[in-house]
Each structure stands twice: as structure tokens, then as C-alpha cells.
């Protein structure tokens, strides 16, 4: 009698776990969580970086959550349900490094000013390797529209440029005014050889309205194809899960579009400018993610049969 308990409260747990994933409690939640922040945001109470980072997890947590669903469906094959979990472990960590890495990279190895070329920025020992650059600035309210620049110092030039453009905003019934966009932040690869000393500004391309602050950072992907192998790798997973557990669009939607999501944010988001990069990245990242996890499911499910029902217990 006291051998069944353990059992019976574990397959109660199971069951509840089940029944809020599956049900409306995780988009009730996961909506719930996204008006709370847009508020927060509008209302000034949460900073540019917070609310990126919130959306960010909110994206990652939710697809994750969406996916692990049949992973706790007792009635399905067991190996098909461990290709769900790590799918959705995947999935989730495919998300979170990259986006996060662009929205909030923390503290830089090193950083410093440069206005005129010639002038440089000290590297310090140990920060060799594949790093990323964040180079900011401002430009002049009247003027050309585009500053070039280039940083030498690394194995290879760092090419840049800060860039205005214009487009138009309604205001009130029937009028619209012009709109100025300014571009003045991105993160750009460089690598840097044991024994290098310093990036050097070599040359300037226009007029700045102040010096290009330039901060260096550790990369935690190994490679520059880093977020897409990520997310390859996961996308994968969900269309093999998906195929075996004998679904249709089920995994391999929400998963694509979690990922086109995360890569949207991590290849155009800032610290400086993350809220629309991430919200932008929502819609886009929705349609393309969806057509491309809808495409690669149905490829694999012609190679990968669905999995055997297991046997009713009796």
C-alpha cells in the first residue's frame, strides 16, 4: 500500500503537467507575460535591454514549453517522447545564446573611444581570438546621411558604418511626415592574434557627431555559423520527434518559428535598439518560421515512420 503511493502521486504530477501544457493555461500564461511587459515598457518602468530579454525568454520559453507537451504524454512511444524533450531543450538554448548575446552581452572585455584616425584602443592581455565589436556613435543632425570606418588591429579590417534613412508616419487624418532612422550601433566579428596591442581607427568616411565607442566581447559560439548550426541542429530534432510521434505540423512549426525568431534578434538587435528588433523579429520570424519548419517537416517525415503505439497497459 505505501509502494503505490510514490507511484500514484508521480502519475498525478504527470497528469497535471499534461493537462496545463496541453490545455490554455500556456498561452493564457505566455500572453499574460507579454501585455505585462509591454506595459512595463510604455510605461517606462523597464529598460530597453529588460524588455528585450524578457520577449526573448518569453519566445524561448514558450516554444520549449509547446514542444515538450507530447513529452509527457504517457501514451506515446518513450523513445519519441526523449526526442521531444530534446528538442525542446534544443530549441530553447538555439533561442536564448544567440538572441541574448546581442541584446544583453554584458560586461566587455575591454572598451574605448576613437574620433580621429590614428587614434586607438588598447587591448589588454588575454583578449585574444574570435571576439565581437559593438561600435556606436553618433551622427551630426544635418549632414551626410552615412559615416564609414574602418578599425584595423584584428587578423582582418573591421568595415562599419553608422547610417541614417527616412520614412514617413501618419500623423492624425490624412497627413504624414517624414521620419528620421538612425542606425548608429551594430556588432561586427573580428579576430585578434596572440600579441595584438591595440585597434586603431584607419579611417573615417564622413563626419561624426561624436567618437565611435567600441566594445569588445567574448563570444559563447565557437563559430560565426554558430546560431545557425544551433539551430539547424534543433529544427532537426522537432521534424524527427514530430515524425515519430506520428504528428503534422505540430513541433516543427513552433519550432521554426521560435528559431527564425532568435535569429532575427541576434543578427539585428543592439543593448541601444533591442524592443524593435525583437518585436519585428515576432512577425517575421512567424512567417518564415513557419513556412521553413512547415518545409522541413514534411521532408523528413517521407524518410522517418512514425514510431509503434506502445500496448495499453492492462
Given at each position: 500500500m505505501?509502494?503505490?503511493?510514490?507511484s500514484?502521486s508521480?502519475h498525478a504530477?504527470?497528469?497535471w503537467l499534461e493537462e496545463?501544457?496541453?490545455?490554455?493555461?500556456l498561452?493564457?500564461?505566455?500572453?499574460a507575460?507579454?501585455v505585462?511587459?509591454a506595459?512595463?515598457?510604455l510605461?517606462g518602468?523597464?529598460s530597453?535591454?529588460?524588455?528585450a530579454?524578457?520577449?526573448?525568454?518569453?519566445?524561448g520559453?514558450?516554444a520549449a514549453l509547446f514542444?515538450?507537451?507530447?513529452?509527457?504524454?504517457a501514451?506515446r512511444?518513450?523513445g519519441?517522447?526523449?526526442l521531444?524533450a530534446?528538442?525542446a531543450?534544443?530549441?530553447l538554448?538555439?533561442?536564448?545564446?544567440p538572441?541574448l548575446r546581442?541584446?544583453?552581452p554584458?560586461e566587455?572585455?575591454?572598451?574605448?573611444?576613437?574620433a580621429?584616425v590614428?587614434?586607438e584602443?588598447p587591448?589588454p592581455?588575454g583578449a585574444?581570438g574570435?571576439?565581437r565589436?559593438l561600435?556606436s556613435?553618433?551622427?551630426?543632425e544635418?549632414?551626410?546621411p552615412?559615416?564609414?570606418?574602418t578599425l584595423?588591429?584584428?587578423?582582418?579590417?573591421v568595415e562599419?558604418?553608422l547610417e541614417?534613412?527616412?520614412g514617413?508616419?501618419r500623423?492624425g487624418?490624412?497627413?504624414?511626415?517624414?521620419?528620421?532612422h538612425?542606425?548608429?550601433?551594430?556588432?561586427?566579428p573580428?579576430?585578434?592574434d596572440d600579441g595584438?596591442?591595440?585597434?586603431r581607427?584607419?579611417?573615417v568616411?564622413?563626419?561624426?557627431a561624436?567618437p565611435?565607442h567600441?566594445a569588445?566581447?567574448r563570444?559563447?559560439?565557437?563559430?560565426?555559423?554558430?546560431?545557425w548550426?544551433?539551430a539547424?541542429i534543433?529544427?532537426?530534432?522537432?521534424?524527427v520527434?514530430?515524425?515519430?510521434?506520428?504528428?503534422?505540423?505540430d513541433?516543427?512549426v513552433p519550432?521554426g518559428?521560435?528559431?527564425?525568431?532568435?535569429?532575427?534578434?541576434?543578427?539585428?538587435?543592439?543593448?541601444?535598439?533591442?524592443v524593435?528588433?525583437?518585436?519585428g523579429?515576432v512577425?517575421?520570424?512567424?512567417?518564415?518560421?513557419?513556412l521553413a519548419?512547415?518545409?522541413a517537416?514534411?521532408?523528413?517525415?517521407?524518410?522517418v515512420?512514425?514510431?509503434p503505439?506502445?500496448a495499453?497497459s492492462?
Open positions: 505505501a509502494d503505490s503511493l510514490p500514484t508521480a504530477r504527470a497528469a496545463a501544457l496541453s490545455g490554455w493555461t498561452p493564457v500564461a505566455a500572453l507575460l507579454l505585462a511587459v506595459i512595463a515598457y510605461a518602468l523597464a530597453e535591454v529588460t524588455t530579454s524578457l520577449l526573448v525568454l518569453a519566445v520559453l514558450g514542444i515538450l507537451r507530447t513529452a509527457v504524454d501514451r512511444d518513450g519519441s517522447r526523449a521531444a530534446a528538442a531543450a534544443a530549441t538554448l538555439a533561442v536564448l545564446l538572441a546581442s541584446v544583453r554584458g566587455p572585455l575591454f572598451a574605448g573611444d576613437v580621429a590614428g587614434e584602443v587591448v592581455g585574444s574570435r571576439l565589436l561600435v556613435g553618433k551622427l551630426p544635418r549632414g551626410e552615412t559615416v564609414g570606418f584595423g588591429g584584428g587578423r582582418a579590417p562599419g558604418k541614417r534613412t527616412y514617413s508616419a500623423v487624418r490624412g497627413t504624414r511626415v517624414r521620419v528620421a538612425d542606425h548608429t550601433a551594430d556588432f561586427y573580428v579576430t585578434l595584438a596591442r591595440a585597434l581607427l584607419e579611417r568616411g564622413g563626419q561624426l561624436s565611435l567600441v569588445a566581447y563570444d559563447p559560439l565557437p563559430f560565426p555559423w554558430g546560431p548550426l544551433a539547424g534543433a529544427l532537426f530534432l522537432a521534424c520527434a514530430e515524425a515519430r510521434l506520428g504528428l503534422r505540423n513541433l516543427a519550432a518559428m521560435a528559431l527564425a525568431f532568435g535569429l532575427l534578434v541576434a543578427f539585428n538587435a543592439t543593448p541601444a535598439s533591442a524593435g528588433p525583437a518585436v523579429g512577425v517575421l520570424g512567424a512567417i518564415s518560421g513557419a519548419g512547415w518545409m517537416g514534411a521532408l523528413v517525415r517521407r524518410v515512420p512514425p514510431a503505439r506502445p495499453p492492462r
